[in-house]
């Protein structure tokens, strides 16, 4: 079990499952989101996260069938969805609260990747989305 929050306090949630993988989002998208060079998430199933406090503080910007959930009050985002996906969430991995020891690291949209952004960790890496093939 691990738990995470809002940089405010005011949204607290539980994780009850691992962190298996920590997928690295280079979109141009998810670039504007963090204002970084990439999004940290990791694919959770819905029934495993829990709100301990302040779920009804979470906002939703919708765009293109994906739904970024973020605190009304101090704009961390939390997770995102997709409009063609009922049952997972891609939650941010910067607001956990525990170490995260996770098996696989891969990075994603590298084709799309900031070009003053320099990958050196030899993790794997695909130029769009991660082949439904896997």
Same mark, same amino acid.
């Given at each position: 079990?691990?738990?995470?929050?809002?940089? *405010? +306090?005011?949204?607290?949630?539980? $994780?009850? %499952?691992?962190?298996?993988?920590?997928?690295?989002?280079?979109?141009? =998208?998810?670039?504007?989101?963090?204002?970084?060079?990439?999004?940290?998430?990791?694919?959770?199933?819905?029934?495993?996260?829990?709100?301990?406090?302040?779920?009804?503080?979470?906002?939703?910007?919708?765009?293109?069938?994906?739904?970024?959930?973020? *605190? +009304?009050?101090?704009?961390?985002? $939390?997770? %995102?969805?997709?409009?063609?996906?009922?049952?997972?969430?891609?939650? =941010?991995?910067?607001?956990?609260?525990?170490?995260?020891?996770?098996?696989?690291?891969?990075?994603?949209?590298?084709?799309?990747?900031?070009?003053?952004?320099?990958?050196?960790?030899?993790?794997?890496?695909?130029?769009?989305?991660?082949?439904?093939?896997?």
């Amino acid at each position: 079990m691990m738990t995470g929050n809002c940089l *405010c +306090g005011e949204i607290v949630y539980q $994780l009850n %499952s691992d962190i298996k993988a920590i997928v690295f989002c280079h979109c141009s =998208r998810c670039r504007k989101q963090t204002g970084s060079a990439f999004n940290s998430a990791t694919l959770i199933n819905k029934e495993d996260l829990t709100f301990i406090k302040g779920e009804e503080n979470i906002k939703v910007f919708s765009n293109l069938g994906v739904n970024r959930h973020f *605190c +009304g009050n101090c704009g961390s985002h $939390l997770f %995102s969805s997709r409009d063609n996906d009922n049952s997972t969430y891609r939650l =941010r991995i910067g607001l956990i609260n525990e170490p995260i020891n996770a098996e696989k690291r891969i990075h994603i949209y590298m084709g799309s990747k900031a070009n003053w952004d320099t990958i050196c960790d030899g993790d794997t890496e695909y130029e769009e989305n991660i082949p439904s093939k896997l």
